[in-house]
């Protein structure tokens, strides 16, 4: 028989912004809130930086050829945080390469997102996601 709950808040007993959620296996437990991602970006470079789907993101951007800037609607705590891109990658490149600083610092309000091709120039890329995880500020 399946259970279901509805509710449109749930806060930690505890800390109010703490949740425990049983993990797989039944043997460990892992937090919710820290398994959820903070901040995403969906964006197309070649069509004068069309923006696809977001999420906590304010603005963005573009600095230079292949070089974009993410601004956060909401900030992180800190500025060492995971992030992750990936870019659309056509037949026509060979050394391909995404990197994320690019002569910006990764900070807790924003991201620099930079795609590299050939011989390490930037070039403007179709399609770059990106995706942040970490605890909000």
Known sequence: MASLLK???LTGVTTAGSISVTGEGNS?????????????????????????????????????????????????????????????????????STSTLSGATQLSTSFMSTFHVENGSATDSGMITMMAVGDLA
């Open 7 to 9: 509710v449109d808040t």
């Open 28 to 96: 460990t437990t892992t937090n919710l809130q820290q398994g959820l991602a903070k901040h995403w970006v969906r964006i197309n470079q070649f069509s004068s930086n069309a923006l696809g789907d977001t999420f906590n993101n304010s603005s963005f951007t573009d600095v230079g050829t292949g070089n974009t800037l993410f601004t956060r609607t909401s900030s992180l705590a800190n500025n060492d945080y995971p992030s992750f891109v990936s870019s659309e990658v056509r037949t026509s490149y060979t050394n391909v």
